[in-house]
């Protein structure tokens, strides 16, 4: 049976293109980039390039890409690496442009009390990678605020506004939703932010808070042009954007000091430590330039795929509901609940059918709890436990929209 | 001009029976293992296989295999997870079995004096990876004894009998050097270990200290069984034995209870958050098969190879120093300091005669620091500044050995 894969938001095949120019980079120039002799040379290049390819895009520096495995490693490193520079522990391999500032008696090392000096805000629909060493760091005592998001999936950058202290050292809001897709006001918050730290140019942490944003599903379809957003870190990665799993990218801007949470080497300027992948980044490099040079031609396609199966869905099976704002959200997303139903059955009797989606995040369907992102939109357990993520992609057509569209509608009725 | 590369310390070009197994896994099989539908069950199954293997290969259960980016976060995940542990912090996303008890009063949550209640053991010699995140948990109260290393390189069991104490709780050796590829008696400081652990069983630390030792380099020649070893953490990655870079696991005993320090999804049994990389597990994995069915005649091909190049060397040129014990290293190491010369220059200018090799560890050559793996064997500056690493591989030849050691002899006549 032909497949129908519509679950692009968990993860992307690797484009041919990205395979191609993945290839030299195995066994030919396999050298490690930290070598001093040519095979060494070769991949260092290589991994130049990778980054001044990256950087152009969203119109940073190259020392400001900061590669790493992936995703979740990417905000672990924005989450916790300012939390720990806030905490002023040294980083023992950071080399000096990146060192925290030590201003003695402001941030000193310690424990529970001096992290109780220091605030987070977040959102309470953030992707785990994000929420999760934000609990981690409540319990070691800082103060983290989880901010509502609009019943349509849309957070207020008035409510951040109202969130800010002066002891605020990191905001954390994703660029888009990876559940419901829904586009955040991030140019927006970046300009309240700028705006908070000049009014505090005269206290010590005029510098605060850097601004972070999850741009991982946003890759394929936005602009993400570091200076337009306003943005002090952003997270990328491989496996959303055709690209291979495994890599990814903090950006950083220049005088934003985290520390590294992965220590040897002293790789990546001295903030993530590792034998550089430089298969990966090369690969990642040329789907990341792929995606953003095709990013409106796939937008214009697949934004009326959306309305139009959403439509025909409501017209088909008036209960369900849409999950997110109808149009603020990104043009492959496709988020609905339909009562009566669980999430999962429905996704166990679509894949019988050939249709391959999800309940929610992929990340942490092994748990099978009621979508947290869901839940923060103020809806009810049963729509949480209900919701079903289709998510479009490169290959997907009408056709298949047609066919997914009458055995959704089919199995609902035998399910009634 | 053809390359002679002898850096395979640094990284090995990829098999390309490894890049045939990974193929299907870019664009066929790609779905995250963690999705419900057929492509995401066939990912997680290849991704089992992938841990089962490698189980089978080390003596271990395929639960007992954490898949991680590469042996420095394995190296970190074991120090760093084996200390937040026993700090009593529970973390976030780990599942039931694998979660820290929480024994009022003796892990409590907390900031540096309850650090202050723990004890680790090193040494000098260790790889950045292990040493910088212990040198990391001294700043923040941790006590850790850097054990001194025999001028042979050879690190002596009694040592660490005699420091271990009762609030130990991790012991860190690697099982081969990664600049001279001395190898350590792991199997008998595990025997050691085990029994003081016995002698203790009174205590509430009776399950400590856990054994680590970092196999990166050991993968390729010796035995890798962790019941013969008795270690409890086990770091091996791909990029030194002709598999992918980034990608590498840490063989978690079942029992020892460690922290995640990549928090999200959940994945990999709850100690390591992040899309699954089942295209370089799978190649991994199929590389640390070849690794071990072939360590063997790769010994015995390698040993003369080793023996034949050092003695001719030593006769060429009898001021040269052998870094490590002469016979208990590695079969493809060959280390030597070439006292009145710079190790960058030597490594230069061989490099301009088509041969690839280092000074020492590739992770740290940015720093053009003297060695500290040589300054432990109470070696001098001199000599440490001095030092030159020759690793052989698969391609590796008589031939190509007696072009270095005319190449060498040439350049040092020429320099003196």
């Given at each position: 049976?032909?497949?129908?894969?519509?679950?692009?938001?968990?993860?992307?095949?690797?484009?041919?293109?990205?395979?191609?120019?993945?290839?030299?980079?195995?066994?030919?120039?396999?050298?490690?980039?930290?070598?001093?002799?040519?095979?060494?040379?070769?991949?260092?290049?290589?991994?130049?390039?990778?980054?001044?390819?990256i950087a152009k895009l969203i119109g940073a520096k190259p020392d400001e890409i900061i590669f790493t495995s992936g995703g979740t490693e990417s905000d672990n490193l924005?989450?916790?690496?300012?939390?720990?520079?806030?905490?002023?522990?040294?980083?023992?391999?950071?080399?000096?442009?990146?060192?925290?500032?030590?201003?003695?008696?402001?941030?000193?090392?310690?424990?529970?009390?001096?992290?109780?000096?220091?605030?987070?805000?977040?959102?309470?629909?953030?992707?785990?990678?994000?929420?999760?060493?934000?609990?981690?760091?409540?319990?070691?005592?800082?103060?983290?605020?989880?901010?509502?998001?609009?019943?349509?999936?849309?957070?207020?950058?008035?409510?951040?506004?109202?969130?800010?202290?002066?002891?605020?050292?990191?905001?954390?809001?994703?660029?888009?939703?990876?559940?419901?897709?829904?586009?955040?006001?991030?140019?927006?918050?970046?300009?309240?932010?700028?705006?908070?730290?000049?009014?505090?140019?005269?206290?010590?942490?005029?510098?605060?808070?850097?601004?972070?944003?999850?741009?991982?599903?946003?890759?394929?379809?936005?602009?993400?042009?570091?200076?337009?957003?306003?943005?002090?870190?952003?997270?990328?990665?491989?496996?959303?954007?055709?690209?291979?799993?495994?890599?990814?990218?903090?950006?950083?801007?220049?005088?934003?000091?985290?520390?590294?949470?992965?220590?040897?080497?002293?790789?990546?300027?001295?903030?993530?430590?590792?034998?550089?992948?430089?298969?990966?980044?090369?690969?990642?490099?040329?789907?990341?330039?792929?995606?953003?040079?095709?990013?409106?031609?796939?937008?214009?396609?697949?934004?009326?795929?959306?309305?139009?199966?959403?439509?025909?869905?409501?017209?088909?099976?008036?209960?369900i509901v849409l999950n997110g704002h109808p149009i603020k959200r990104l043009p492959n997303n496709i988020n609905i609940s339909i009562p009566g139903t669980g999430g999962?059955?429905?996704?166990?009797?679509?894949?019988?059918?050939?249709?391959?989606?999800?309940?929610?995040?992929?990340?942490?369907?092994?748990?099978?709890?009621?979508?947290?992102?869901?839940?923060?939109?103020?809806?009810?357990?049963?729509?949480?436990?209900?919701?079903?993520?289709?998510?479009?992609?490169?290959?997907?057509?009408?056709?298949?929209?047609?066919?997914?569209?009458?055995?959704?509608?089919?199995?609902?009725?035998?399910?009634?």
């Amino acid at each position: 049976m032909k497949r129908i894969y519509l679950d692009h938001a968990a993860t992307t095949p690797v484009d041919p293109r990205v395979e191609e120019a993945m290839r030299p980079f195995w066994a030919d120039v396999f050298g490690n980039a930290s070598g001093l002799y040519e095979e060494g040379r070769r991949a260092k290049e290589a991994l130049g390039q990778a980054r001044v390819t990256i950087a152009k895009l969203i119109g940073a520096k190259p020392d400001e890409i900061i590669f790493t495995s992936g995703g979740t490693e990417s905000d672990n490193l924005a989450v916790f690496g300012s939390a720990r520079a806030a905490m002023g522990t040294p980083p023992s391999s950071s080399k000096p442009g990146f060192e925290t500032s030590k201003k003695p008696g402001f941030f000193p090392l310690g424990g529970v009390e001096e992290a109780a000096r220091f605030h987070i805000i977040t959102t309470k629909f953030e992707h785990h990678a994000v929420l999760h060493p934000c609990e981690e760091l409540e319990k070691r005592g800082f103060n983290v605020t989880y901010l509502e998001v609009g019943g349509d999936g849309i957070v207020d950058p008035e409510n951040i506004k109202r969130s800010l202290r002066p002891e605020t050292v990191l905001v954390s809001v994703m660029y888009a939703n990876n559940e419901i897709g829904t586009i955040q006001p991030i140019a927006e918050i970046g300009k309240l932010i700028k705006k908070y730290r000049i009014s505090n140019f005269s206290l010590p942490t005029s510098h605060f808070p850097y601004f972070h944003t999850d741009a991982c599903q946003a890759a394929g379809y936005l602009d993400l042009n570091v200076n337009k957003l306003g943005v002090d870190l952003m997270t990328v990665n491989g496996s959303k954007i055709y690209g291979p799993k495994g890599v990814g990218f903090l950006y950083v801007r220049r005088g934003t000091k985290i520390s590294p949470q992965i220590l040897g080497g002293g790789q990546e300027m001295g903030l993530r430590a590792g034998t550089e992948t430089v298969t990966l980044a090369v690969g990642f490099a040329k789907a990341f330039e792929i995606a953003q040079s095709e990013r409106e031609s796939e937008s214009n396609r697949l934004t009326p795929l959306r309305d139009y199966f959403i439509e025909q869905l409501m017209k088909k099976i008036p209960k369900i509901v849409l999950n997110g704002h109808p149009i603020k959200r990104l043009p492959n997303n496709i988020n609905i609940s339909i009562p009566g139903t669980g999430g999962e059955e429905m996704v166990i009797r679509l894949d019988a059918r050939g249709i391959a989606c999800s309940t929610g995040s992929a990340c942490s369907s092994e748990f099978s709890e009621p979508s947290h992102v869901i839940l923060a939109l103020g809806q009810s357990r049963e729509i949480a436990n209900s919701s079903l993520r289709i998510t479009m992609g490169r290959n997907t057509t009408k056709e298949a929209l047609d066919y997914v569209l009458d055995n959704l509608s089919d199995i609902i009725k035998q399910h009634d």
